[in-house]
């Protein structure tokens, strides 16, 4: 394929770009010994060479409230980042802000490698947190309600209904709501209640109008009501805590009542399993869940019309501080937006988008094709949502299960659902004899009781059920598939980069590879003995595995390229890149004059464009539709030898150090050149894309093309369908002659 390097500055060459006559490109420290004199050490830009990983992250949610203020995105999608962005927070306040907490209140004042301490890192949070949480709900209240409403969607006050309206919700609240209200007042009888975790709460100022007692009250929010309840035309919401609030006088009867506003707690949710001290891992995650719900609280979000005095009380009673509360002017818990994302309302959601069966894995008239056959003939690249899972890598596993040549099925299962019909196909197995092996990580965040419950129901089935290795994670996506044939065993294996969940693999952007490769087989194969035996095995013919050699194998691979100068390239494609010793091998390379590409949907701590460090590093993050998930590492310029590998690792020190996971060398130049023309469109995008600039923050990247990755993306895999149901030659590429592209810099 031939490519080209994006320039965003709008010139023909970008920076770090060769220049005429082969002088050595801006930014790089030549010293008194010329372009080939051993460049600077990057340590010695010192730590701010680094981005805060945290303050990072919310920049990301930073992109999500620009595509909910964006008028130009479908109408629910603006909802739906709302949502996301609501859920994001709630998850990065259970994890990354309670583990400061637990350094600042452990007395540790080492520095990150941004340079800061775990107090002041705490206070950059709360500052940026601040201003994200008033940005949503101006985007909320301001620009997504009023376009909700004129699009006939309402999300109504009990204030503004009618009569009708109110004795609809009336009949609501006695029928289904206050059967399962429990109010708790505190007095000397009745301590302040436990706040459970993300729970919705309205505090209640209650008076006896015979002594003038005046008692605070706490009503929780039953978290298993839809969070807005919706009116008979199916298209107004109104907030549950709306319509408990207007009938509190039947909580308290013959009670005055006072103030009562809406509240909501975060608590520490990250497990802290001791797995050296525990006999039985299911047993121990169990009671690590459960022990869960009393982690200590870590913030308090509350409605903004609440009084001082309120605040202060509940501050004091959950242990808290003041820089932990934080006050919105919009409903609490906007993550309940996904039911209005929900809706029926097409013209409200942009373009349905039904996944294409890959060509390969059909014939003409989209009848199956024989899909161990097809392998045997050469790799098949799956690429979701565009090409459909349920017949790509739902089909490897459920043909699996049903063939009876097929000996032996080895699968990870990191996040799935509870009705897949991969884990049905597991277990169908299992019952027809055949060896079957699941590695279930029990420890995915938020996924543990999920997995517990069909972790269970495998092991019931005779499925062989182990969870992995002491001390670390099996984030790896593989499975393996030993199938007897007329010239002996052979092995069939999947390696991808998402997880085995139909459900999210047509929300989430996500690569696989399958394969009958004999080396390949061979790898998975030693893999899974390592997962489910006990062995020190760590070299492997093809794969790449974490902890044992992916990072070296990394790091050498950005070291070659630093050594061929301006003639090298690198092109990376991850959620993220927080590791100081993989980005420091990126200065350096940088500092060589090698042109490098970073596409980092989310966290990232390295600076670009820092002059004298990063000149020729760009980093672009892709927001849209999907949620950007593929891995993919290329090293190389056209013209020279090139490396392509993808797989389940982003570059964290957790992906990297604490995680097992795979990287699969991708050697088909048909499937390279695939591979590349995905990194071309993420480099070309100019509608979902942001650039990092060098003090960490990021700006739009100009709509000047109008090129979306993901909706090319779309067009090429409408246009390989068609040409194997009516065989002729595929149209112009969705590449722009002078589109941007991963291979070699302009």
């Known amino acids: 394929m031939t490519t080209t390097r994006p320039s965003d500055t709008g010139s023909d060459r970008g920076p770090g770009a060769p220049v005429p ?50 008028p130009s995105v479908p109408l629910l999608e603006r909802a739906k980042f709302l949502a996301i962005f609501s859920e994001g927070l709630d998850e990065f306040f259970q994890v990354r802000v309670a583990g400061l907490k637990d350094q600042v209140d452990a007395g540790l004042r080492a520095r990150s490698p941004d340079g800061l301490r775990p107090a002041e890192a705490l206070r950059a949070i709360r500052d940026r947190v601040v201003e994200l949480v008033q940005r949503q709900a101006s985007v909320f209240l301001g620009s997504v309600v009023p376009a909700l409403s004129d699009a006939g969607i309402r999300l109504s006050s009990w204030d503004s209904l009618d009569d009708d309206d109110r004795d609809h919700l ?18 000397p009888g009745h301590p302040f209640p436990y706040i459970s975790n993300l729970s919705l709460n309205l505090i209640v100022r209650v008076a006896d109008p015979v002594t003038g007692v005046e008692r605070v009250a706490r009503v929780k929010v039953p978290p298993l009501l839809p969070r807005f309840v919706v009116m008979p035309d199916g298209e107004r919401f ?4 709306q319509v408990i609030a207007a009938h509190l006088g039947t909580l308290f009867p013959e009670m005055a009542i006072g103030e009562h506003v809406a509240f ?67 409903p609490l818990d906007l993550g309940g937006l996904w039911a209005v994302h929900a809706l029926d309302r097409p013209d409200l959601h942009g373009e349905a988008w039904a996944p294409m069966t890959p060509p390969r894995l059909a014939n003409a008239g989209d009848e199956p094709a024989d899909l161990f056959a097809v392998l045997r003939e050469r790799d098949v690249l799956v690429h979701h949502p565009y090409d459909s899972f349920t017949t790509s890598v739902e089909a490897f596993v459920t043909e699996a299960a049903d063939d009876p040549d097929v000996l032996a099925i080895k699968q990870t299962l990191y996040r799935t659902s509870g009705d897949s019909p991969v884990v049905a196909a597991l277990i169908r197995a299992a019952e027809a004899g055949k060896q079957v092996a699941a590695v279930v990580e029990l420890k995915a965040r938020f996924d543990e009781q999920n997995n517990i419950l069909w972790a269970r129901a495998l092991e019931e089935a005779g499925v062989h059920v182990v969870y992995g290795l002491m001390g670390l994670k099996t984030h790896s996506k593989t499975a393996l598939v030993v199938r007897r044939e007329e010239d002996g065993i052979r092995r069939y294996c999947h390696v991808g980069t998402g997880n085995y969940n139909p459900r999210t693999a047509r929300q989430y952007e996500d690569l696989g590879l399958l394969s009958a490769d004999p080396e390949l087989g061979a790898d998975i194969g030693d893999l899974f003995n390592v997962l489910t035996g006990f062995s020190r095995h760590s070299s492997y013919r093809t794969i790449v595995v974490a902890p044992t050699s992916l990072r070296r194998r990394i790091l050498e691979l950005v070291e070659a390229e630093a050594e061929a100068g301006p003639a090298g390239r690198i092109v990376i494609k991850v959620n993220g890149l927080t590791d100081p010793e993989v980005i420091d091998a990126l200065y350096r390379a940088s500092l060589r004059g090698v042109p490098i590409d970073l596409v980092v949907r989310g966290v990232c701590c390295l600076r670009p464009g820092v002059p004298g460090l990063s000149e020729t590093i760009r980093v672009r993050s892709i927001v849209g539709r999907f949620l950007e998930h593929s891995r993919i590492f290329h090293f190389g310029a056209d013209g020279h030898p090139r490396t392509i590998l ?14 097992v996971e795979v990287l699969v060398p991708v050697r088909d130049p048909e499937l390279q050149d695939r591979l590349l023309q995905i990194l071309d469109l993420a480099l070309a995008d100019d509608v979902n894309s942001w650039q990092l600039r060098p003090d960490g923050h990021w700006r739009r990247v100009p709509d000047r093309t109008g090129t979306s990755a993901q909706q090319a993306l779309q067009d090429l895999a409408r246009q390989r369908a068609r040409r194997r149901r009516e065989p002729e030659p595929l149209s112009a590429s969705a590449l722009d002659a002078d589109a941007p592209a991963a291979g070699r810099p302009t």
């Open 21 to 70: 006559g082969g002088a050595a490109p801006a930014g790089v420290l030549t010293g008194p010994g010329g372009p080939e004199a051993v460049p600077a050490d990057p340590a010695e830009a010192g730590p701010e060479r680094f981005t805060n990983r945290e303050l990072s992250w919310l920049e990301f949610g930073d992109r999500l409230l620009d595509l909910a203020d964006d």
């Open 170 to 187: 009336v009949a609501v609240f006695h029928g289904q709501i206050f059967p399962v209200l429990t109010p708790l007042a505190v007095d």
């Open 238 to 241: 109104v907030p549950l805590e």
């Open 264 to 330: 909501r707690v975060t608590r520490n949710a990250d497990l802290a399993l001791e797995e050296d001290e525990a006999d039985d891992l299911l047993a121990a995650v169990e009671m690590e869940l459960r022990r869960r719900r009393f982690g200590r609280a870590v913030r308090i979000e509350v409605a903004d019309a609440m009084s001082a005095d309120m605040r202060d009380l509940l501050v004091r009673e959950l242990d808290l501080t003041p820089d932990d509360l934080y006050e919105t002017a919009a």
């Open 646 to 659: 993808m797989g389940s690792a982003d570059l964290m020190e957790r992906n990297l150090d604490r995680r």
